[in-house]
């Protein structure tokens, strides 16, 4: 596996073919486009979906409070716990997924030559899964069910598809990996960030300094690896201007 | 050069055998292989779906036959998938829908032009137009819901352009049944056409029907409601074609001679060489599985199977851009609509084509809307540095000229 693309064989440049790039354009004034019908547009149609639309699902409420007043909430303040426990859920699930990542990155490293520190990504995959079970331990102390899946777990999960997708194609590049990973650690940092708000808000404060911990964790997760896609993207030979990926033959890591 | 199917026996089909590695191979790269390369893929990948499709129902009527059907259907399974699984997951389904519509336009296009029955060619013109406009109105929601340029799947072979528009092709089902041909007057390559375009439309209608729930944007899902209605239409229109009058048997060994057809067609003009490989070895299966379908052909219907399938087969389809041919019938034809079987101006449309139409569009129709105004442009319609640069934003009805 090469860790840059080759150059030359890309078909889709359309300067590849002028001549049949040129006739498409001009077929544009010989056949413009008509409206045969214009009732309703674009902007209408999707607004009349979105007003009749229901939500991707409901939030699941543990029957009683009685998990929250045990952790030491008196009554939920600010927001309801139905973002508490939505957020909880993308977390939880956000998390997991987040592992199965690190999975495929060591994966595809173990496979192949060069490869970043596998020593690293395993620590990070592990912290993801610690991550994991600590949203899970905080849903259970309040009474929720961490099996359930939140809308806001579901749609984090339709977002993530493409990470997978890139991560798991054997002809993605490390590179190409790492910068998926760190839009799912650029998401991290700012998710628990936002987590460590909610749960301040609401009192949950045996979660707080845990949770302010873990933000911690993915600052660290994010700067590294931010870190070495710029090591493996930046072109070390600045007086040449060659393509080559100069970070990767090297072993920087 | 055409290929002796009497000659060459091909594989035997007790060693045609696929491993799940060989069937899950390294697909092809979207962005370095040619677009033809994966013209050929969808295309061989819908002959294969048909084959199973046809030996399934044939399975059904046929009690006799379950065994040697099921045999070759399993082979016909391992094909299939290899085929299919060479399109890599960096397509998205909206890319590979702009593919299939190449498919359409340019292996019906290459038919209607080699097509030896004026009338079955006029149905081949008539369908090409409706999957040409396909192709516009599928590129507008590439570029406007996905921001990328169906041409980057095209390589400027074909064009994206409006043809006869998606909103006058929806039909009373009485308007999309077609003539057949005479099963022992019609010419071979009439039968390989008629069953190589059933193929590819009933694989497109396939995919539509999987591919549209995908979506989770409304004018996406209500394009595809309307765009698999039609291919539905064209796989009514285009089955019709074959007489119904062949057995059972002669219908499985045309078929069989179908793919063979094919598959030398791929292998005459792949230029990527693994990928020709795989038709040179698919090629040889099909010999195999043609040949065993000739025995029990024979040997149940006492008759030679020359009186089918000619010893040489016709001319493979040609696999490259027809754009020259297209506009023209565009020029010519673009205004021809159905009534019963004939093919009329639109001034003299039926009745029942038209009701019908007004009802399925009552609440508007998502073809129009998804195009409206749409111009492609290298590189997508936000490319075009003679036009604002915030083209189409959402507005209001108020806004539209009506
Ligand atoms: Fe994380
Ligand atoms: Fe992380
Ligand atoms: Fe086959
Ligand atoms: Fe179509
Ligand atoms: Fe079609």
Redesign the pocket.
């Known amino acids: 596996m090469k860790d840059s693309a080759e150059l030359g064989l890309n078909k889709t440049p359309t300067q590849l073919h002028p001549a049949m790039t040129q006739s498409m354009v001009e077929g544009c004034e010989e056949f413009p486009p008509h409206a045969e019908a214009m009732a309703i547009d674009a902007f209408d149609m999707r607004k009349s979906y979105i007003k009749d639309s229901e939500q991707l699902g409901s939030v699941p409420i543990p029957s009683t409070l009685r998990g929250v007043v045990k952790t030491g909430v008196q009554a939920m303040q600010g927001n309801s716990p139905t973002v508490l426990i939505d957020k909880l859920g993308q977390r939880l699930a956000f998390e997991r997924s987040g592992v199965r990542l690190y999975d495929a990155l060591i994966t595809k490293c173990q496979a192949a030559e060069p490869s970043l520190d596998i020593g690293v990504l395993e620590q990070f995959r592990n912290d993801e899964a610690e991550h994991f079970a600590l949203v899970r331990d905080c849903i259970i102390a309040m009474g929720g069910d961490p099996t359930a899946q939140t809308p806001c777990a579901d749609s984090s999960g339709v977002a993530a598809m493409g990470l997978i997708q890139v991560l798991n194609d054997p002809r993605s590049s490390i590179p190409q990996c790492v910068e998926a990973i760190l839009i799912a650690e650029l998401a991290d940092v700012a998710s628990w960030d936002l987590l460590v708000q909610i749960v301040r808000e609401a009192n949950l404060n045996g979660y707080i300094e845990k949770f302010q911990q873990a933000k911690l964790t993915e600052d660290h997760h994010m700067d590294t690896i931010k870190k070495w896609l710029e090591l493996l993207t930046l072109n070390n030979d600045s007086s040449a201007g060659n393509l080559e990926d100069a970070a990767s033959e090297e072993g920087y890591f | 050069m055409a290929l002796n199917i009497f000659e060459h026996r091909g594989l035997p089909i007790d060693k045609q055998h696929l491993t799940w590695r060989d069937m899950v191979q390294v697909p092809i790269s979207k962005l370095d292989d040619d677009a033809f390369t994966r013209v050929m893929i969808i295309l061989m990948n819908g002959i294969e779906l048909e084959s199973i499709q046809f030996s399934r129902a044939c399975a059904r009527m046929n009690k006799n036959l379950q065994l040697p059907l099921a045999q070759l259907r399993r082979i016909d399974q391992h094909q299939a998938t290899l085929i299919n699984w060479m399109l890599g997951a960096d397509h998205s389904p909206l890319e590979t829908t702009i593919a299939y519509e190449q498919v359409?336009i340019e292996v019906t296009a290459a038919v209607a032009q080699t097509e030896p029955d004026p009338y079955l060619a006029q149905i081949y013109r008539f369908?090409l137009l409706?999957?040409f406009d396909?192709m516009y109105r599928y590129s507008a929601l590439l570029d406007r819901l996905e921001g990328k340029d169906s041409n980057n799947i095209l390589q400027s072979y074909t064009d994206v352009l409006p043809g006869r528009p998606t909103i006058y092709e929806h039909r009373a089902p009485e308007d999309d049944l077609r003539e057949c041909y005479d099963r022992n007057k019609a010419e071979p390559l009439t039968k390989m056409h008629a069953l190589t375009i059933t193929a590819g439309?009933q694989q497109?209608w396939n995919y539509y029907m999987n591919i549209g729930p995908l979506f989770s944007d409304p004018l996406a899902r209500q394009l595809y409601a309307e765009i698999a209605h039609?291919?539905e239409q064209?796989v009514t229109q285009y089955q019709c074609i074959m007489d119904p009058d062949e057995t059972w048997l002669e219908k499985w060994l045309l078929h069989k001679a179908n793919e063979v057809y094919n598959y030398y067609g791929c292998v005459q003009q792949e230029k990527n060489s693994r990928i020709k490989a795989i038709w040179e070895r698919f090629l040889e299966y099909e010999l195999g599985q043609f040949h065993f379908v000739r025995d029990i052909f024979e040997r149940t219907e006492n008759r030679d199977s020359q009186s089918i399938v000619p010893a040489i087969l016709p001319e493979p389809i040609a696999f490259e851009s027809q754009r020259d041919f297209v506009r023209e019938v565009l020029r010519k034809e673009v205004n021809l609509r159905a009534k019963g079987t004939a093919f009329v101006d639109m001034s003299e449309e039926s009745e029942a084509s038209k009701i019908y139409r007004q009802r399925i569009n009552a609440n508007g129709v998502p073809s129009e809307i998804v195009a409206l105004n749409y111009i492609w442009n290298p590189g997508g319609e936000l490319n075009n540095p003679n036009r604002l640069i915030n083209v189409n934003p959402p507005v209001t009805t108020s806004h539209l000229q009506h």
Do not use: F, K, L, S
């Open positions: 359409a369908g409706e999957d396909h439309e497109t039609i291919e064209h």
